[in-house]
């Protein structure tokens, strides 16, 4: 790539803005690719279970291509076994089946699974255009966790393939039981399933917003080629809001 290319690609990076308040980060996108016509997806209250369905719409029925216990357990993932207690075992089982695709948003593959650390859901329609959001219970896995990821903009089908991500500004307010706010920033390849902590810091003191850069001081992280970037804040009794400015560039095709 030359110098004009360079510049235009600069110029027509994508600047993107997330917010997210108490249970309003994603931790799974999820989307029924099979040849049904309906393909759903329900988050159990007791347990954390998900469970698959798939058929004629208004009469689907267990998807058995998806099944994670022991004994078996048609149709469910039960996110008490230690095949699919961490985020990322989750997301591979679901992708595992040939009906269903899956992609981590704004957590992490060692993040915890089990039961509360997603929020219940009723039966809902996943064959639906970018996917369907699962959201995480802030008060369970006691962080806000937000991503710059092109399929969280653009929907499931889209990956971070020769895009470069970039952090600008993070703000964040949170509202612990003791003042142990942090503020972590991964580095993270989906595809090849690495997550590096490339940025900690303490977060404050509990319900004071907290802004990075500092006054004065300018910010600019970047992540490598095809990798995502996500800010976490992380507190005890988690609660509050956490907002981040990035932008994204494709290097490679900057007449996208």
Not at 24 to 37: E, H, P, R, S, T
């Amino acid at each position: 790539m030359n110098l004009e290319q360079a510049q235009i690609a600069a110029l027509l990076s994508n600047f993107r803005g997330r917010y997210a308040a108490d249970d309003q980060d994603v931790g799974i996108l999820v989307k029924y690719i099979g040849a049904q016509a309906s393909g759903t997806v329900t988050v159990t209250v007791t347990t954390g279970d998900i469970t698959f369905k798939h058929g004629a719409l208004a009469s689907e029925v267990v998807d058995p291509t998806i099944d994670s216990a022991n004994p078996s357990d048609p149709g469910v993932i039960d996110v008490s076994e230690t095949n699919s207690d961490k985020m990322g075992e989750v997301v591979d089982m679901i992708n595992a089946s040939a009906n269903w695709e899956a992609k981590l948003v704004d957590c992490l593959r060692a993040d915890a699974s089990t039961a509360g650390m997603l929020l219940t859901m009723a039966e809902t329609q996943a064959k639906v255009t970018g996917g369907l959001k699962l959201y995480k219970d802030t008060s369970n896995c006691l962080n806000i966790s937000l991503a710059i990821d092109r399929s969280i903009f653009k929907g499931i089908e889209f990956d971070n393939a020769l895009w470069i991500n970039t952090i600008l500004s993070i703000i964040s307010k949170i509202t612990n039981a003791s003042a142990d706010t942090l503020i972590q920033i991964y580095s993270i390849n989906r595809a090849n399933k690495t997550e590096v902590k490339v940025y900690s810091r303490a977060g404050g003191a509990t319900a004071t917003e907290q802004v990075l850069p500092t006054s004065g001081v300018q910010m600019q992280l970047d992540s490598f080629r095809d990798d995502i970037l996500l800010v976490r804040a992380i507190g005890t009794a988690c609660a509050g809001y956490l907002t981040i400015v990035g932008k994204q560039t494709n290097f490679n095709n900057p007449d996208y």
